[in-house]
C-alpha cells in the first residue's frame, strides 16, 4: 500500500519503482534485477482557467470561452446565471467541443459562470468566474423616417429609422428600447429627439426632419354614425361622417397661422391641428346666372383671390343598407364638395369629337371613360386616351387615408340601358331606347344614375321632372371657389353617370329639383 507515501508528497506523474534488499553483510539486490515497476499519480486534473473574449456585434451580446483539455480530459460542465440571480439559466455538458459562445446576453451585466472539468481518474475541479457582458459608449441615429406627420397621440414610428450604440469592443450593436419627445401637443413644425437609457447611462440624438402633430380628430379614418342630424333625409334619416375634404372657408386668412408649405395632400396644417387649403378662387362667371358666392362667414368671394378653407369630415346620409342585395351601405354626400370637374375633357358643346379607344369609337358621354370618374377614383380604364392627371390622386386618394380607402366596398356599378331611366318607367326617355351606355364598372365611388336619383326607396321624388328638395344639395364655400354654381336659395347642378339618349350629353339634376 503505497497510498502513505503518495498521498499529498508525489505530484501527478509516472514513477518508476524498484526495491533494494540488504543484509547486514552490506550486500544489496536490487528486484527487479533488470527492470522496474511503474505506478501513476493522478490527483489534480490541473486546467487552466479558460479564455474569455467580448464577441459581440450588430446583431447579440455575445460573450466566448475558451479552455484547452488536459491529457485525459474526460469532459466539462458549464452552466451561468446573472450575478443577480438565483436561476441558472443553462446547462452544457462538452467532450469533445472545447469552447462555447453565449448569445443573446443583456448589456453591461455581470454573469457568473460555473466551470467543471473532470478528468478519466475521477478528478473533478471547479471554477468559479464572474464576467461582465459589453458596455455601451455612444449613441446613433441613421436613416429617413417614413412618416413625420402624426394625429395627436399616435405612437412613434420607427420605420425608415435605424438606432445604434457603440459597444466598448468598437463593434456597433442596433437597438430599439428608445424613446422620444414626440408628444401629443399639436405643432405645426418641431424636431424629435430620440433617447436610449441602460445601465443608468442615458444619450440623446436630435433628428433632423421636421415633425408635425395634427388633432386627433383632424382626420375620419372610420365611418362615425351622427345622431339628430337635420339632413336630407330629416331627423329620421341615417348619417355617417367618413373622410375628409375642404369645405368651409378658414376663420383666420393669415398666412402665418398656417405652415409654410404644404403637409398632406396639398393641405396646410394650421396652429388649431386642423388641415386647411389653400386655393385660388376660380369664381364662376357668367351673363346668364347670379351666382351666389357669399360664404358661411359672410365672405363674398373675389375671383383670383387666395383663400385658406378648412378641411372637415364629409357628411353622408344611407340611401339603403343593402345597395343592390349586397349588404353594404350606399352613401350620398350631403354637400356638393367640389366642381370644375368635366364630365369629359376637353368636352365643348361647339367642337363634340368622339375617342377611338381599344379600337373602339367611344362618345364623350360615356361614364366608363369619363374624367369625372377617373377623378372620383383616380384610376383610368385600360386604353384610355385622357391625360392620366388624376392616376392615384384622386378624390378618393384626398378624400380618405389609406386605411379608410380599405373601409370603401370595391361595387360593381350597374351602367345598363335601363339605369339610364327613371326608377318607375324603364321606358320613359327614347322609348328606354338608349345606344350611349356602356359596361358595368368597378369603383368605390361613382355618382347616382337616372334610376337611382328617382328611387322612392333612397327617398327620391319618382319624378324626374318634378321638384325635390331630397335632390337641392347645398355648395360648400369651397365648392363656390371652385367653378360651382349655386343661386340663391337653390343648390346646384350635380352630375349623374347616366348619358342621355343623344350624342355628348349627360344626365344631371338641375338647380334644385329636376333631373334632365
Known amino acids: 500500500d503505497l497510498s502513505s507515501l503518495i498521498e499529498d508528497k508525489l505530484s501527478d506523474g509516472v514513477y518508476k519503482l524498484n526495491f533494494e534488499f540488504s543484509d547486514r553483510s552490506g550486500k544489496t539486490v536490487t528486484y527487479p534485477e533488470n527492470s522496474s515497476y511503474y505506478f501513476t499519480v493522478d490527483n489534480d486534473i490541473s486546467m487552466k482557467e479558460p479564455t474569455f473574449t467580448d464577441t459581440s456585434d450588430g446583431s447579440s451580446i455575445k460573450m466566448k470561452f475558451e479552455w484547452k483539455r488536459s491529457k485525459d480530459h474526460k469532459k466539462t460542465e458549464i452552466r451561468y446565471k446573472k450575478n443577480s440571480g438565483d436561476q441558472w439559466l443553462d446547462s452544457n455538458d462538452f467532450t469533445t467541443v472545447t469552447f462555447k459562445e453565449y448569445d443573446s446576453l443583456e448589456l453591461a451585466t455581470d454573469y457568473d459562470f460555473e466551470i467543471t472539468n473532470y478528468d478519466y481518474a475521477g478528478n473533478k475541479q ?7 457582458s459589453a458596455d455601451w459608449t455612444e449613441f446613433s441615429v441613421t436613416g429617413t423616417p417614413s412618416k413625420t406627420l402624426y394625429l395627436s397621440g ?6 425608415g429609422l435605424t438606432a445604434n450604440i457603440e459597444l466598448n469592443n468598437e463593434k456597433v450593436f442596433t437597438v430599439n428600447s428608445y424613446t422620444t419627445d414626440l408628444g401629443t401637443a399639436t405643432s405645426t413644425g418641431k424636431t424629435v429627439t430620440i433617447s436610449y437609457t441602460y445601465g443608468g447611462k442615458t444619450k440623446s440624438v436630435t433628428l433632423p426632419q421636421t415633425y408635425y402633430i395634427a388633432a386627433s380628430d383632424a382626420l375620419t379614418q372610420k365611418p362615425v354614425k351622427l345622431t339628430n342630424y337635420p339632413g336630407k333625409g330629416g331627423t329620421s334619416g341615417t348619417y355617417y361622417k367618413f373622410g375628409d375634404f375642404p369645405q368651409r372657408i378658414a376663420v383666420n386668412q393669415n398666412e402665418s397661422y398656417y405652415t409654410t408649405e404644404p403637409i398632406y395632400n396639398n393641405w396646410y396644417l394650421g396652429n388649431d391641428g386642423y388641415f386647411y387649403e389653400k386655393c385660388n378662387a376660380d369664381i364662376y362667371t357668367s351673363t346668364t346666372w347670379t351666382p351666389d358666392l357669399t360664404c358661411s362667414d359672410d365672405t363674398v368671394l373675389t375671383n383670383k383671390t387666395d383663400y385658406y378653407f378648412k378641411v372637415e369630415p364629409i357628411i353622408w346620409r344611407v340611401l339603403t343598407s343593402n345597395y343592390n342585395n349586397s ?5 350620398l354626400s350631403e354637400n356638393a364638395l367640389t366642381g370644375n370637374i368635366k364630365y369629359y375633357d376637353p368636352y365643348t358643346y361647339a367642337c363634340p369629337t368622339r375617342r377611338t379607344i381599344n379600337n373602339e369609337s367611344v362618345e364623350l358621354n360615356n361614364y366608363m371613360y369619363s374624367q369625372i370618374r ?16 388624376y392616376a392615384d390622386n384622386g378624390f378618393l386618394q384626398n378624400a380618405f387615408t389609406t386605411s379608410a380607402q380599405n373601409l370603401i366596398a370595391d361595387t360593381t356599378v350597374d351602367n345598363s340601358q335601363r339605369s339610364t331611366n327613371p326608377d318607375n318607367n324603364a321606358n320613359y326617355f327614347n322609348n328606354g331606347v338608349n345606344s350611349f351606355y356602356c359596361d358595368n364598372t368597378n369603383d368605390k365611388i361613382f355618382l347616382l344614375s337616372m334610376q337611382e336619383v328617382t328611387k322612392s326607396d333612397y327617398g327620391f321624388n319618382q319624378d324626374c321632372t318634378a321638384s325635390d328638395s331630397s335632390r337641392v344639395y347645398p355648395v360648400t364655400d369651397y365648392a363656390k371657389a371652385h367653378y360651382t354654381l349655386q343661386l340663391t336659395d337653390k343648390g346646384c347642378g350635380w352630375y349623374l353617370r347616366s348619358p342621355y339618349w343623344k350624342p355628348n350629353t349627360y344626365r344631371n339634376s338641375d338647380y334644385g329639383d329636376a333631373v334632365w
Open 327 to 331: 349588404n353594404k351601405y350606399l352613401l
Open 126 to 132: 471547479v471554477l468559479n468566474l464572474t464576467k461582465t
Open 154 to 159: 399616435e405612437d412613434f414610428d420607427k420605420t
Open 374 to 389: 377617373a377623378y372620383l377614383n383616380g384610376k383610368y380604364e385600360n386604353g384610355d386616351t385622357q391625360e392620366k392627371k
